[in-house]
């Protein structure tokens, strides 16, 4: 079974300082794992992921994500944060060697960066 | 570039009524998923379409039903909408399970049974 875990739903953080938003996930084998974002009233867009390779993953708008396999997570960061990157984040995870091949995604961690 | 396109936007439905949601792609991806989202529950797939001709029951199926049209095409029916059923549903595609691509996903319809 694979799942995934976003243990906070909403992180307050002010424009310019660095942001995380926290993915941890559970799989049997080896995961595939996204990042999403979702603007108000508009659809998910991808913004990065692993797949294999190295653990930091950089992906758009200046936003880059670190697997850590032992603690089983896959953080979401950007050094310094915009008013514009306001909006609900999703993490998704696909069990490599799991019988499904869909993705699970969690339930969102919005994200409110403040003048 | 229109990618995944769904229509209606908004819809309003009175319990019992019955609706199709229309959506299109036009990136030649083989796959595609109906999820419904909901405040605290994330994103629960509905049904989906591994490839042309073949559909399959998601997490939460029931009251809903496909229908994968052709390759472009997959339209989900509520035959007898239920205020349960008040969610905002995306449609999303990609080249094909079990490859390692990211979904494409449609802008949404915010459905509203009372």
């Known amino acids: 079974a694979q799942s995934v875990a976003q243990p906070e739903d909403q992180v307050n953080v002010a424009e310019g300082n660095p942001l995380t938003v926290k993915c941890t996930y559970s799989?049997?084998?080896?995961?595939?794992l996204f990042w999403y974002v979702q603007y108000p009233n508009r659809g998910l867009q991808f913004l990065l992921k692993?797949?294999?390779?190295?653990?930091l993953v950089k992906g758009s708008y200046g936003f880059e994500a670190e697997f850590n396999k032992s603690q089983t997570s896959f953080h979401l960061k950007k050094p310094s944060a915009l008013v514009s990157d306001s909006a609900l984040y999703f993490c998704a995870v696909r069990d490599i060697s799991g019988g499904s091949y869909i993705p699970t995604f969690g339930r969102g961690t919005s994200l409110i960066v403040h003048p | 570039n229109a990618g995944v396109t769904q229509t209606p936007k908004f819809q309003v439905l009175k319990t019992g009524q019955s609706m199709t949601l229309q959506c299109a792609q036009d990136m030649n991806h083989n796959s595609m998923y109906w999820y419904r989202q909901d405040p605290g529950m994330g994103l629960r797939l509905i049904y989906y379409?591994?490839?042309?001709?073949?559909?399959d029951k998601g997490e939460v199926p029931n009251g809903y039903n496909v229908s994968r049209l052709n390759k472009r095409e997959f339209s989900l029916r509520l035959e007898s909408a239920a205020p349960s059923q008040t969610s905002v549903y995306f449609c999303?595609?990609?080249?094909?399970?079990?490859?390692?691509?990211?979904?494409?996903f449609g802008q949404g319809t915010r459905l509203t049974v009372v």
């Open positions: 379409s591994a490839s042309e001709g073949t559909t």
């Open positions: 692993y797949i294999t390779g190295d653990n």
């Open positions: 799989v049997s084998g080896n995961p595939y």
């Open positions: 999303a595609s990609n080249l094909s399970p079990g490859v390692d691509t990211e979904a494409f």
